[in-house]
């Protein structure tokens, strides 16, 4: 069966950190751009961040640049994201999703770009 199962959601305070991860089975996230999505209540999902197949490349969207990170680990097949100076409003369900198999070095927020998606997982911020 092939699936992405997010981990690493929860509840931090403003200023915390969380490193979310996003890990596939059945298939190889090897040559494939990874993207990281969230959706808070009312809100339409966003496109957060993005790595390149080979992992060259990152794309964040301006809201988290120098708060967000994002890597792959190939032997685990996984990608995460580190969150770090958390606020109220990156409060969402996030969601990870893994592009097509390419040899090019693209990353894209269009969500139909995407074909595999996870179940989510949920970052809370408060105090």
């Known amino acids: 069966q092939l699936m992405l199962v997010e981990s690493g959601g929860g509840l931090v305070q403003p200023g915390g950190s969380l490193r979310l991860s996003c890990e596939a089975s059945?298939?190889?996230?090897?040559?494939?751009?990874i993207g990281w999505f969230r959706q808070a209540p009312g809100k339409e999902r966003e496109g957060v961040s993005c790595?390149?197949?080979?992992?060259?490349?990152?794309t964040f969207v301006d809201s988290v640049k120098g708060r967000f990170t994002i890597s792959r680990d190939y032997a685990k097949n996984t990608v995460y994201l580190q969150m770090n100076s958390l606020k109220p409003e990156d409060a969402a369900v996030y969601h990870c999703?893994?592009?097509?198999?390419?040899?090019?070095?693209?990353?894209?927020?269009?969500?139909?770009?995407?074909?595999?998606w996870g179940q989510g997982t949920q970052v809370t911020v408060s105090s």
């Open positions: 999703a893994a592009g097509p198999p390419t040899f090019q070095a693209i990353c894209n927020n269009r969500e139909d770009f995407y074909n595999y």
């Open positions: 790595i390149t197949s080979g992992g060259g490349a990152t």
């Open positions: 059945g298939f190889t996230l090897g040559g494939r751009a």
